[in-house]
């Protein structure tokens, strides 16, 4: 009986401390800092031989949250791996501290558009149009928009 017990023990024991199987899609999904909270994958890209698509990702930090926005061009290998290829900081968005309230993302043969809403938690919440405008060579036009 006391052979038993030892024998249970020892086997509870080997299990609790046996590492689980990794899940390599659930352990990066729960690596995600909380700050990430907005994440659009758009359209495809193609240069110099190497194909992908767009990603398009929202972090918001603060009690007020304030919005940081990165473009990314995600590039699909031979063997099908995604890997980031490039990434942009829309610097401009630290700067104003706004956060994004919504946006719309249309591309084209030339890159990126797209067209922001901004919140401004400094003013009751006020509004604001912005447009960003990003080409395949990482150059952006950030700003107000214009129509």
Partial sequence: ??????????ILIAATAAPLRADPVADGI???PP????V??????????HKGVYR?????????PTA??????LERGADGTVTVARNVDIKEMVDLKRNIGDFVIET??????I????????????KESYELFIGDDESYRFGPASN
């Fill in 115 to 126: 067209f922001l809403e901004l919140v401004d938690p400094a003013a009751s919440g006020a």
């Fill in 56 to 64: 398009v990702v929202v972090a918001r930090t603060g009690p007020e």
């Fill in 40 to 49: 659009r994958t758009v359209g495809a890209w193609e240069k110099d031989g």
């Fill in 35 to 38: 700050s990430v909270q907005d």
């Fill in 1 to 10: 009986m006391i052979a038993r017990t030892l024998l249970a023990a020892c």
């Fill in 30 to 32: 729960s690596a995600l």
């Fill in 108 to 113: 084209d043969a030339d890159g990126l558009s």
């Fill in 68 to 73: 940081r926005l990165f473009v990314q061009w």
